[in-house]
């Protein structure tokens, strides 16, 4: 049998400092694709270097619609789903080429483990070493979603336990920098989706939420086996989502007074 062939999707913006790690990570695939929200840098110079074929799409904060953009124009028979900042290992490479050569034909997706570093880390608790769906069979799934979107498939989803390894920030600085964009983008996303929320569920996730979180990361996902790190990191992403309903609370004041002077 003949094995199947494989298209290797990558988003990017201004991305010249990480990309070549992710291409070199996968140059062996059959094809690379790269949707670009048109980069001022040398992220696509780079990009075609690889031999890979560049999509320029301008980004309007809408992941999901990035990637299904990838998917229709791929041409293999399976698609991995990257991010530039994101490296295949070794260990993922030898478990993905079984599937390739039809060893598990009864999935069209799965879910891999994904290997984040932290602050000259890789991570093992606190939540961060977790498994993430975003490699499957051409025409089988679709992703839904603007910022944190779904994959929906349609058929089974197996499981590869195997590590994509995940480089998200290379200081707090940037970190803090990044999540600022997110928040953004997710701030107004819950506004379009729901609209104005009642004054009850807006404090519950301003006051109580991120201690939740805290806690969720902290102890019960045992964050704290991180030493100072699972600490900072439990802090930080309770900050985050306290962040984002904060940002959320702005838009709802905003539109409340500006409906108010007309």
Known sequence: MERMKLSVVILSKNEEKI?????ESVKWADEMIVVDGFSTD???VIASGYGAKVVQHKFEGDFGEE?????????????LQLDCDEVVTEGFKSE???????QRPEYVSYKFLRKNFFLGRFMRWGGWYH????????????YKGRVHHDLLVNGKTGVLNAEVEHYP????????????RYT???SREIYELKGVLSKKEIGYNLKVKPVKLFWKFYVKKRGYREGMHGFVFSLLFAWTHFIKWAK???????KQIEGASR
Not at 19 to 23: A, V
């Open 19 to 23: 990309i070549g790690r992710c291409l």
């Open 42 to 44: 040398q992220t696509c």
């Open 67 to 79: 990637r299904n953009i990838g998917i229709d124009n791929s041409k293999g028979d399976w698609v």
């Open 96 to 102: 993905l080429m079984k599937i390739l050569e039809g």
């Open 131 to 142: 498994y993430s769906h975003h490699l499957f069979k051409r025409g089988f799934a679709r």
């Open 169 to 180: 920030f290379q200081s707090l600085s940037q970190l803090v920098e990044r999540q600022n």
């Open 184 to 186: 953004d983008l997710e």
């Open 248 to 254: 959320y609370w702005e838009i709802v004041r905003e």
